[in-house]
């Protein structure tokens, strides 16, 4: 009898080699079971018994029934997965191309996009909405959702287009409030200050802001060096977790050949914010240092030989090249006293500051503003053009005082705005020290986000 055990135990062993090698899964699944749930089948009881001579040994046969638990590792076979893909729109966009880049090959939902009014009016041809979409592993699409931010007014929209049958589709279309959210970054410069800034993820609205911050401070044109940093923290405003525009900078320091500066936006109640030193220093100037964020000066206030009038005269302005379209902002708070056409100048702008202070803006393409009407710091007022006296586009920027012209850079860098008040300072000390430990962390926060 021993050596009929022994047979069938080494069968027993050899069948199960079979199948643990040809299906490893089942087998492991099968063990699992048995373990778990005491299924029972062909195993020898041994009754023990206080001395070793009077062991007995029988053995006993049970039925087992299979487990639903071996349906496991066939649905592991062929898993099911949904794809997602988030893409911005181009504005050579068509239907075909965006879903191409969204990974979707579908040719009914690419009809029903076609026919859909928003998608043609809202999603196609126009660049940066921001598209997420939701496909099968077959590429066939489940779901779509298109948003973007058309206004100022904290709102978004949201349009949503799912999949119902095999090639029928729903869509709806929102309106829901962006969410504010901070965030901090760190830049090097190696090559340009907009360079530093795309390398390390920074929305060039933001370099922009940083540049206006320090206008009456540094001269971004000829002062700017490889090696220069700057810590920047700054609002950005979200739709569904998802960036749609930059708000705010909040605080900033630059290092520029080796000298630090700071600054911090701060509101004192009932007064109009604005930036400041950590210190409490007002950076604020009541005049913008230019009436075009980006551009480059091509004839400065001096005397210079008239491209026109071929003659030696004294240039009463600063003449910015740009390309036609260009905007153009007011650089200070003011009313408009003229807006239409004035001889050599073509379409001019000419705002009213105080009972003293006037500016001009000349040649321009279009006029955003009307005789009589306020306006504020940074708004746009008008284009950048070539109408009037010009051989190119570009735009003549005059600075008076009492009629007499002034050179508009000096007169930038020498107006700054009012202090924060005394009692108001021991709150602005509180804030200004919680910002300058935001921008102590901006760096690790940068690598942070790349890795």
Same mark, same amino acid.
């Given at each position: ?11 027993l062993l050899s069948h199960a080699a079979h199948l643990l090698e040809?299906?490893? *899964? ?94 043609? +009016? ?99 044109? $000829?002062?700017? *060096? ?9 609002? +950005? ?34 007064? *109009? ?39 030696? *005269? ?76 010009? +051989? ?20 930038? $860098? ?15 000390r509180l804030a200004a020290k919680a910002m300058n430990a935001q ?13």
């Amino acid at each position: 009898m021993k050596n009929g055990l022994i047979a069938a135990r080494d069968k027993l062993l050899s069948h199960a080699a079979h199948l643990l090698e040809h299906h490893p *899964k089942h087998v492991t699944a099968a063990l699992a079971a048995l373990m778990l749930f005491g299924g029972g089948g062909a195993f020898a009881v041994a009754a023990i018994d206080a001395e070793p001579d009077r062991v007995t040994v029988r053995q006993v046969l049970e039925s087992v029934e299979p487990l639903p638990v071996l349906e496991q590792p066939r649905a592991l076979d062929a898993p099911s997965l949904n794809l997602y893909r988030t893409e911005t729109t181009r504005a050579t966009d068509t239907v075909e191309t965006l879903l191409s880049r969204l990974g979707v090959n579908d040719a009914g939902a690419a009809a029903y996009l076609r026919s859909n009014p928003v998608v043609r +009016t809202q999603v196609l041809g126009r660049a940066g909405r921001l598209i997420t979409a939701e496909a099968t592993a077959d590429h066939a699409l489940v779901k779509m959702t298109a948003r973007w931010a058309p206004t100022d007014d904290g709102q978004f929209k949201r349009l949503v287009v799912e999949r119902l049958g095999s090639d029928q589709f729903i869509s709806r279309l929102e309106t829901a409030p962006l969410t504010a959210s901070t965030r901090l970054s760190s830049a090097t410069v190696r090559s340009s200050l907009f360079g530093a800034a795309d390398d390390a993820g920074i929305p060039d609205a933001v370099v922009s802001q940083v540049v206006e911050i320090f206008s009456s401070q540094i001269d971004f044109s $000829r002062q700017l *060096k490889v090696g220069d940093r700057f810590n920047v923290v700054y609002e +950005t405003l979200e739709a569904d977790g998802e960036a749609m525009r930059t708000g705010r900078v909040l605080s900033v320091d630059f290092l520029n050949n080796g000298k630090n500066y700071q600054a911090m936006w701060y509101e004192e109640p009932g007064r *109009k914010g604005s930036y400041y030193s950590l210190d409490g220093r007002s950076l604020s100037t009541s005049y913008l240092a230019s009436p075009m964020e980006f551009s480059r000066v091509t004839s400065s206030f001096a005397m210079r030989l008239h491209p026109i009038l071929n003659q030696w *005269k004294a240039h009463l302005g600063v003449d910015y090249g740009a390309a036609i379209g260009t905007p153009v902002r007011v650089i200070g708070d003011g009313v408009v006293g003229f807006a239409g056409v004035k001889n050599g100048f073509g379409n001019v702008i000419i705002v009213r500051h105080n009972a003293t202070d006037e500016t001009v803006y000349a040649h321009l393409s279009r006029l955003d503003v009307r005789a009589g009407q306020s306006v504020t710091q940074g708004q746009r007022i008008g284009a950048v053009g070539m109408t009037g006296w010009a +051989t190119g586009p570009h735009l003549h920027f005059e600075y008076r005082v009492n009629g007499i012209h002034q050179d508009p850079t000096a007169m930038a $860098r020498r107006s700054v705005a009012a202090e924060i008040s005394a009692q108001a300072m021991p709150a602005f000390r509180l804030a200004a020290k919680a910002m300058n430990a935001q921008l102590q962390a901006a760096p690790s926060a940068t690598v942070a986000h790349m890795q």
